[in-house]
């Protein structure tokens, strides 16, 4: 008697991947090991390996204050050496940041539901509503770049500081007690804020720093989330 076959259906598994990342003059800011740009080039390059691996589409969204370029995904590795490129070579025009305008955009151009790396400092206002929407179209994560530097405000007396975003120079006497205090106040603030901002809408969330390894931040990401 010859033996039954069974014929087995097994869907392809394919996702889509898209990295929508801050190209804003914050990015070029870095007090020890590597500036913000040069973590968040390093973080697309890990992520478009591990979709090319993974046999996945992966595209790109460069922002500022304005989208700056939207390469659509695609898979194979000719692309990711382009995305890759772009990441080093690429001269935005902007230098501020608008995370509501980037959200909205990533919302209308990509159609199909998809896991979406948002790579930033979060340094921009209202984008609540925009990052709420994204969500419920994608499954979006966001990745929080930050330097050490950023921080903490040292007693060295008068100093100059520029906000790189807007160019604008202000003269601070870091020697005031009252000034570093102030500044500590409203750095915890944000920090406590944008947390709760994340957890309201839904978004997964990880903290990368310049002076550390991103794997172990990366893996527990990424841990938390095969547990939902």
């Known amino acids: 008697l010859s033996a039954p076959y069974i014929k087995e259906h097994r869907e392809e598994r394919e996702l889509t991947v898209i990295l929508l990342v801050d190209l804003s003059a914050s990015g070029e800011f870095g007090t ?16 478009s390996f591990s979709a090319i691996q ?11 204050d304005r989208i700056e370029k939207f390469i659509p995904p695609k898979k194979g590795k000719t692309h990711i050496l382009r995305i890759i490129r772009e ?61 050490p530097g950023e921080s903490i405000l040292p007693d060295v007396g008068l100093i100059r500081m520029m906000d790189p975003e ?14 570093r205090e102030q500044f500590d ?10 947390e ?9 969330a990880a903290v990368l720093q310049t002076n550390r390894s991103y794997v172990k931040p990366l893996m527990q990401l990424f841990k938390n989330r095969g547990r939902k």
């Open 32 to 47: 020890r090991q590597q500036f913000k740009k040069d973590l968040i080039t390093e973080i697309c390059a890990v992520l």
């Open 54 to 64: 993974n046999n996945d589409k992966i595209g790109i969204i460069f922002f500022t």
């Open 166 to 179: 807007s160019g604008q120079w202000r003269l601070i006497d870091t020697s005031e007690k009252q000034v």
């Open 87 to 147: 990441l080093i070579e690429f001269q935005p025009e902007g230098r501020g940041t608008d995370l509501g305008t980037a959200l909205k955009y990533l919302t209308n151009a990509i159609k199909k539901r998809s896991i979406c790396f948002l790579i930033s400092d979060f340094q921009s206002p209202n984008f609540e509503d925009a990052i709420k929407l994204a969500n419920k179209k994608h499954d979006l994560v966001a990745l929080r770049i930050q330097d």
């Open 185 to 194: 106040r409203n750095l915890n603030l944000f920090n406590r804020e944008l």
């Open 196 to 204: 709760a901002l994340f957890s309201r809408s839904g978004v997964d």
